[in-house]
């Protein structure tokens, strides 16, 4: 009898930790009728049924928690199935614009097929109450568009997701700005300098820009609790001295970049401009449409 007290105490204590976490949950899966060759779906696209078992996952669930475990209001994910162009690859939107907006989708209109499985009242009423909505738009199995919780978090940072916050925008320009005035090119998607990043997308070689390299080192500093860390290994080395470039040009670089991290307490600056998207609906749209990429 004991230990069942026990065990239902440990049950309420988890439940209370839980209802506490910003992140709410994934509302239901909203679906558009695309048009796509039946034989690439199971590999290229989601089905509805697959994109609703992606944010059920564990993994995401797990993710996602940590991910927005800091945000001082609570967050929603409405993943929507479909090319679904909204005004913006990535933008945040009023309660009254956003509903309208998900209505005129939901019944169809000139721009797009219509999308069933909205909960409009349900949105409304959250909104309502100063949460944050993230209609994640998403279409494509390829990595790099998944609608991780990750990416969602870049797709902000890189198009500035709505948020108002200047001290935050100028962290970033900062970070932009070093990358920018280095003499290392860092516009080469094959520059060493993706080898010393430590984050998935730099060791599979899906950086190549600035901004992208912006972005993908502030996540890492946001999303994760060791932050943005980096590693000069064998291989970087040898690929820095393959060009005849010096190893300490590196790590000058990447020191820079840390103490401009750590330095400006960007997390804190972070949570502080996710208040500006506070009972907004935030759309992020990971689809891969060539008319909004």
């Given amino acids: ?17 839980l209802s506490e976490m ?32 992606f944010h059920s996952s564990k993994k995401f669930l797990k993710s996602a928690n940590h991910v927005f475990e800091d945000f001082p209001q609570d ?12 005004g913006a690859r990535v933008g945040a939107f009023d309660s009254e614009e956003a509903i309208s907006m998900l209505e005129r989708i939901s019944q169809g209109s000139e721009f797009t097929e219509k999308v069933t499985g909205i909960n409009l009242d349900e949105i409304r009423n959250v909104l309502s109450q ?36 200047q001290e935050f925008s100028d962290i970033s320009a900062e970070i932009e700005g070093v990358l920018g005035n280095s003499n290392i090119d860092v516009e080469d998607d094959e520059s060493p300098f993706y080898k010393c990043l430590t984050m998935k997308s730099a060791r599979d070689g899906e950086i190549g820009s600035i901004n992208d390299a912006a972005a993908e080192i502030i996540t890492q500093e946001i999303a994760t609790r060791r932050g943005f860390y ?13 060009r005849g470039e010096d190893v300490g040009d590196y790590e000058a670089l990447l020191g820079e970049i840390e103490d401009v991290i750590k330095g400006s307490g960007l997390k804190s600056k972070f949570i502080s401009a996710t208040r500006s998207v506070a009972g907004k609906l935030v759309i992020v749209d990971t689809a891969g449409d060539p008319d909004y990429a």
């Fill in 22 to 53: 910003p992140f709410k949950g994934v509302m239901p899966v909203a679906k558009q009728k695309l048009k796509y060759d039946p034989e690439e779906s199971d590999n290229a696209n989601f089905t509805p049924a697959a994109l609703g078992k």
């Fill in 75 to 86: 967050i929603y994910i409405l993943p929507i199935r479909g090319n679904v162009p909204m």
């Fill in 1 to 17: 009898m004991r230990n069942r007290h026990a065990y239902n105490h440990l049950r309420q204590v988890i439940r209370g930790i």
């Fill in 130 to 165: 100063g949460a944050t909505v993230i209609a994640s738009i998403s279409t494509l199995k390829t990595p790099g568009f998944l609608p991780t919780p990750w990416m969602i978090i870049h797709a902000m940072l890189d198009s500035g997701g709505g948020f108002q916050d």
């Fill in 230 to 242: 980096w590693n000069i290994t064998p291989g970087a080395v040898s690929a820095i001295e393959a």
